[in-house]
């Protein structure tokens, strides 16, 4: 009777874990091409999107090249790894052309913030309900 009711649990959770992984490739398949690390947090539920870089600064993704603070490259621990960098060329009308560089996501990198995601290693809003998904229950006026 022991044995029958440890295979019954041990195929409940199978099934669970199957359940949890399609979950997880649905989520980890949010990934664009061409996506910074911002655009992709916007998508995670609970995300502080406004401290993001900061945290990945913290954790050797990106650094800041500029005294302002809003200037991000990728380091060249993340280049090539998790991130890449796009160039733009900026013309001013008074003065000279200059190059802007975007840190843009890899489908690697995307993998690896979504599993920090889940292990709460990025900056959570402080009024977070704790659900790693947007899906909200719609009530039907009647």
């Given at each position: ?55 990945l ?9 500029s ?50 995601y ?25």
């Amino acid at each position: 009777m022991a044995w029958a009711e440890q295979f019954r649990e041990k195929t409940r959770l199978a099934l669970v874990n199957k359940e949890q992984e399609a979950e997880l490739k649905e989520l980890k398949n949010l990934f664009k091409e061409g996506i910074t690390t911002t655009q992709f947090c916007k998508m995670l539920n609970g995300i502080n999107t406004q401290q993001i870089n900061h945290c990945l600064a913290e954790r050797n993704w990106l650094y800041n090249e500029s005294k302002s603070h809003i200037r991000w490259r990728a380091t060249s621990y993340a280049r090539d790894r998790y991130l890449t960098e796009h160039q733009h060329k900026i013309s001013i009308h008074s003065g000279d052309d200059f190059i802007k560089y975007q840190p843009v996501l890899l489908r690697k990198g995307a993998i690896r913030l979504f599993d920090l995601y889940r292990k709460n290693k990025l900056p959570m809003k402080t009024h977070w309900d704790g659900h790693f998904t947007h899906e909200k229950e719609l009530s039907i006026a009647s």
